[in-house]
């Protein structure tokens, strides 16, 4: 038996350390190609790295545009997703009670069970199926265009965020609310006025985790913003513009290129979006501690 759990501690332990030494490297490797970018012109050509403009012909490799789209999109998609999910996840933490009415309980399930799935299909397949269903539809709403623009992206990857942020709300409001039912019961309180008066406002920590876990996954999504944004790299002023995002940008550029300058700039803007990613984490972990306490 001892022999067994010393054979796990070491598993454990040289897992743990393979996973930490593969982020190191993937963090360092990033940084040391994206370090001279960023301090110094590259050779004799100066990048222009901040600026608004990218057109490798002119020798302008700006990557404002793609910076402001990843967070223009991923904020869009996040005010879009998150009261949906606030708003399921209280009809399945009500619906769930012995006590609902049949049509709810009979519902639960089939509701329960689809947002599980959706967690399971593949991004791709969202894109996809926007492009043949709802990319038609935005472009007679604006009466023309391509459908390829912030709107489109935006509402597919709200979709994607969606059962993501559903699970995180009821895993942190589900045992709050099963804790201080009987107590509000016993004040007079239903299951709605209990989850609306003292289950949610207890709950902000979790809200608020949901919210910051969607946005990190907004930023770090490629293909919906790949094949539904337009990439164009420009700062879109309305919802039928066209906008690039970092990830998009990087699987472009990383397709049509290899060496030059465009190339890497592509470094710099890993590191980016590295830096934001790991703000995120950084953020969830503050959260969870907080939420520990």
């Known amino acids: 038996m001892s022999n067994n759990h010393k ?95 049949v049509s709810r309980r009979l519902l639960f399930r089939p509701v329960s069970g689809l947002v599980r799935f959706m967690t399971a299909v593949p991004t791709v397949v969202y894109g996809f199926v926007a492009i043949f269903l709802m990319v038609p539809l935005i472009r007679d709403v604006m009466g023309g265009g391509s459908g390829l623009n912030w709107l489109s992206a935006a509402l597919v990857l709200s979709l994607l965020l969606l059962p993501t942020m559903v699970l995180v709300m009821e895993a942190g409001l589900r045992p709050r609310m099963e804790q201080l039912h009987l107590t509000t019961a016993a004040l007079g309180f239903n299951r709605l006025q209990s989850l609306t008066y003292f289950v949610l406002p207890q709950g902000r920590r979790c809200l608020l985790t949901a919210l910051v876990l969607g946005f990190g996954r907004g930023v770090g999504d490629t293909l919906i913003a790949l094949m539904l944004s ?62 520990d306490q």
Request: proline letters at 5%.
């Open 7 to 101: 054979s796990a501690g070491f598993l454990l332990r040289l897992a743990t350390a393979l996973t930490v030494s593969g982020i190191g490297l993937i963090f360092l490797m990033v940084v040391a190609f994206a370090l001279p970018v960023f301090t110094s012109n590259y050779g004799s050509d100066d990048i222009e790295l901040f600026s608004w403009h990218w057109n490798p012909v002119r020798n302008q490799f700006g990557i404002l545009p793609m910076i402001a789209g990843s967070v223009l999109l991923s904020v869009s998609a996040v005010a879009l997703s998150w009261p949906l999910a606030l708003g399921l996840c209280s009809w399945l933490l009500n619906s769930s009670a012995p006590y609902s009415s």
């Open 230 to 291: 337009g990439n164009w790299p420009q700062l879109p002023s309305l919802p039928g513009d066209s906008l690039r995002t970092l990830t998009a940008h990087m699987a472009l550029v990383t397709a049509n290129e290899v060496g030059g300058m465009a190339y890497n700039s592509l470094f710099a803007a890993g590191a980016i979006l590295l830096l934001i990613n790991g703000s995120v984490s950084l953020a969830l972990r503050r959260l969870e501690r907080g939420a």
